[in-house]
């Protein structure tokens, strides 16, 4: 079955910097896009940010642009996402989701599905 985690999150100040990472239980995420997805209270599953199979194509919600960076880890079997100059609106749950090959913005293409982790950015 597959499963995914994610890690990372936690309490950090405005300004600051968190890394979650993704992993894979039972399969190589080589072959599946990872999407990242958050949920704030009160709100609706936004796309964060996606990666294809391939690693060649990234892509960002504008409300991430040059701050969020995600990649692959091969040797790991993980994909992360690195977030700086985190802001107040960035707390929610983060999600990791794998789907076939290519990312979509629509989290309902992703059949596969993490816990979440708690990102709180506060002073």
């Known amino acids: 079955q597959l499963q995914l985690v994610e890690s990372g999150g936690g309490l950090v100040q405005p300004g600051g910097s968190l890394r979650l990472s993704c992993a894979a239980s039972?399969?190589?995420?080589?072959?599946?896009?990872i999407g990242w997805f958050r949920q704030a209270p009160g709100k609706e599953r936004e796309g964060v940010s996606c990666?294809?199979?391939?690693?060649?194509?990234?892509n960002y919600a504008d409300s991430v642009k040059g701050r969020f960076t995600i990649s692959r880890d091969k040797a790991r079997n993980t994909v992360s996402l690195q977030m700086n100059s985190l802001k107040p609106e960035d707390t929610a749950v983060y999600y990791c989701?794998?789907?076939?090959?290519?990312?979509?913005?629509?989290?309902?293409?992703?059949?596969?599905w993490g816990q979440g982790t708690q990102v709180t950015v506060s002073s």
């Open positions: 989701a794998a789907r076939s090959a290519f990312c979509s913005n629509w989290y309902n293409a992703y059949p596969y």
């Open positions: 039972g399969f190589t995420l080589d072959y599946y896009a």
């Open positions: 990666i294809s199979s391939s690693g060649g194509s990234t």
